[in-house]
């Protein structure tokens, strides 16, 4: 007779404290086989680079070392995975943490709860970071997330934890365990629930008194905000968790301000996955459907100048370059860099979405699609933002402190010059060695595009299409006004 097991699926939730579905599958008081499998999509799907699969590496390391779990890491397809697994189990259960993905993981759990189904397989599925499934609209949202980011948090005793039902190698089940080959690249976050926590104590504990101050700039903002994102977006700890810390150390702390906007923060991270859970088509086209026909046609050359960092402004080149090398780059530039691009260079926004994804560590599909249209002015809700990049050189890199490290070939110029190269004179540019080889020249004429973008923009957003599906997004992804 088979031995009968649970499985715990991990997915983006690459940790063990606080793990409802780890919690839950114990409770059983069956042996349980907790496996990651490194699908075919991380190397395929033009969303995901190496880093991220590093970090993932990272993250299941972490979880053995310190919590002495091994996670059984296999590489293919969920199916196939689940299919060689019967082989040697009676499986009584899979329990796993719902998803808000792409396309292709919610294909993929179709047909796993197919596959399932078939099996008389039961699949345990449980929300995660106050994010709910099958809503139709925000009435009574915002008290169920804060329902339950306010329940106790899980701890499980190590013993429990290794009552766990060990698989044979995976290629005498016929499939391949998973092993991460590349060198590891230390300029990005590591991977890993001891370090998020270690950073969250941080700051809580030193940082977070600067972090209205510095959550603008491109260079301060790197100590100053908390820089939990990829920690809460592959899982290695939950909203519930910093939430409930936040909420303490605020409590011993005169000023409030700093944490009270890191925490409001929080609640936008689960609103803006709770709109790509409820239309998740917006992957693939406009969530306002009346701007679809606006969108222009894609400018190859100018595509790739701004993905290679090149466009000769030099915020914008700065902040690409730094997501390149280092994954990493605040929430204004990001917002800047998807204006620039939309706005300036008039590309879609489908023509930089994937490339974005691949280049942020904290690449979270629930946040990154909503964000993008937002910033990209194609919701018909929001404030259309056109952000003028040399005032925001100017404004949050001064002393062009973030331009010097990440534009070196400019950084011996003067600060004026450093901010916009093209207003050196000929002579300047000959006493200080810059051509159109050190560092081209605008690929375009940034006050005609911006001028020209404002003027069509705004006279979309008076397009009745476009009117008639804003009273439609506003009725399912708004919380209803409160009767005083």
């Known amino acids: 007779m088979k031995p009968i097991v ?63 779990l091994h996670i059984w890491r296999c590489e293919g397809s969920v199916l196939q995975t689940f299919k060689a697994l019967q082989t040697h189990y009676s499986i009584a259960g899979v329990y796993s943490h719902m998803e808000t993905g792409l396309s292709i993981t919610f294909d993929r759990d179709k047909a796993v709860k197919k596959y399932l189904q078939e099996h008389a397989i039961p699949w345990h599925e449980f929300e995660n970071n106050g994010v709910f499934r099958k809503r139709q609209n925000r009435n009574g949202w915002r008290e169920d997330w804060r329902a339950q980011i306010g329940r106790p948090i899980i701890h499980l005793d190590r013993d429990v934890l290794l009552r766990l039902a060990l698989p044979p190698a995976a290629t005498s089940l016929g499939i391949q365990e998973w092993t991460f080959k590349k060198a590891i690249n230390k300029n990005f976050q590591p991977g890993g629930s001891s370090r998020a926590q270690v950073l969250l104590k941080t700051f809580l504990e030193e940082r977070q008194g600067q972090y209205m101050q510095g959550i603008s700039k491109p260079l301060s903002s790197q100590t100053s905000c908390s820089r939990l994102s990829p920690y809460i977006a592959w899982g290695n700890i939950s909203i519930r968790q910093v939430y409930q810390a936040a909420t303490a150390r605020k409590k011993s702390i005169s ?56 466009t000769g402004v030099p915020l914008v080149d700065a902040c690409m370059r730094c ?110 060695s810059i051509n159109e080889h050190t560092y081209p020249a605008p690929i375009i004429d940034l006050e005609a595009a911006g001028r020209n973008a404002r003027d069509k923009v705004w006279q979309w957003q008076k397009d009745p299409a476009v009117r008639q599906e804003a009273f439609r997004i506003i009725a399912k992804h708004t919380t209803p006004a409160r009767v005083v």
């Open 6 to 68: 649970n499985i715990v699926w991990f997915k983006r939730d690459l940790r063990v404290s606080d793990h409802v579905a780890l919690h839950e599958a114990i409770q059983t008081d069956l042996p349980y086989i907790p496996i990651f499998i490194k699908e075919d999509f991380y190397t395929s799907d033009p969303h995901y680079d190496p880093r991220h699969l590093q970090f993932i590496w990272q993250s299941l390391k972490d979880i053995e070392l310190q919590q002495k």
């Open 255 to 310: 000023s409030k301000r700093n944490l009270d906007a890191f925490m409001s923060r929080l609640r936008w991270q689960a609103h803006f996955i709770q709109k790509f859970e409820m239309e998740c088509a917006m992957e693939f086209r406009c969530v306002n459907r009346g701007f679809t026909k606006f969108l222009p046609p894609v400018d190859s050359a100018k595509l790739e100048a701004w993905k290679e960092g090149q």
């Open 323 to 432: 997501l390149q090398k280092t994954g990493y780059i605040n929430f204004r530039m990001r917002a800047m860099l998807v204006s620039f691009a939309v706005h300036y260079l008039w590309l879609p926004w489908q023509s930089i979405s994937q490339h974005l994804a691949s280049v942020f560590l904290d690449f979270e599909p629930g946040i990154h699609y909503p964000q993008i249209q937002m910033q990209a002015g194609v919701t018909g809700i929001n404030t259309v933002r056109i952000y003028n990049p040399i005032k925001q050189s100017i404004e949050q890199d001064p002393d062009a402190s973030f331009l010097k490290v990440w534009l070196p070939e400019l950084a011996h110029l003067p600060i004026a010059f450093i901010h916009e190269p093209w207003k050196m004179s000929s002579m300047e540019r000959l006493m200080y």
